[in-house]
């Protein structure tokens, strides 16, 4: 019997160490960057296109939207007019925090700067729950909970989830196929050629 079970651990330890070491530094980076893609990308995209201008020359122009979406109590304060509402700290706010929403997915999908990107969009993640929270008032049902049956709560259960690719880069970094990685193998390079 015992035999039976070192077979079987020395087979499970074989398979399971040649899968790890076949994927080994570009697996887990390429699929998380991918599983934000395909799944987060078109939303961050959306909805940083509802906070500004139409066109490209409309890409520079933050809409009243954005101040009603990022800093409703700030708009609320100034009776709605949004022209009053002061650029420090609140206008700052908007401007980062809309240009975050085109610049980081982006810097994600490409593998540039990744890890700083994948963390400051896990950032961005739990600003936009506090927000949706606070600010916005959502109810119990869009909050769900976590550990219950139901795997429908926007932010409790499906913005958990978001954030576990977005981990996985910051831990393991955007694997082989990303700027990154070839800005990292060129980088030996040029210093023998600096050396030279």
Request: proline residues 4%; aromatic residues 14%.
């Amino acid at each position: 019997m015992r035999s039976a079970i070192d077979f079987l651990t020395y087979l499970h330890n074989q398979v399971f160490g040649f899968i790890e070491k076949l994927s080994e530094g570009w697996l887990l980076g390429l699929v998380a960057r991918f599983t934000f893609a395909s799944v987060l990308w078109g939303y961050f995209l959306n909805s940083a296109g509802t906070k500004v201008g139409d066109g490209f020359l409309g890409f520079f122009s933050i809409q009243p939207g954005a101040y009603y979406q990022i800093a409703l109590p700030a708009v609320e304060a100034a009776g709605g007019n949004v022209d009053a509402v002061s650029f420090l700290p609140w206008g700052l706010i908007v401007l980062l925090g809309t240009y975050a929403e085109f610049i980081l997915p982006l810097l994600i999908i490409i593998g540039l700067f990744s890890r700083v990107a994948a963390l400051g969009m896990m950032v961005f993640i739990a600003v936009q729950s506090f927000v949706d929270i606070t600010v916005h008032k959502v109810g119990a049902e869009t909050i769900g909970t976590l550990f219950d049956r139901f795997p429908d709560g926007l932010i409790a259960d499906q913005r958990l989830l978001w954030l576990v690719p977005l981990l996985v880069i910051v831990l393991k970094g955007p694997g082989l196929l990303s700027v990154d990685a070839i800005l990292a193998r060129a980088r030996p390079q040029s210093r023998r050629y600096a050396s030279a």
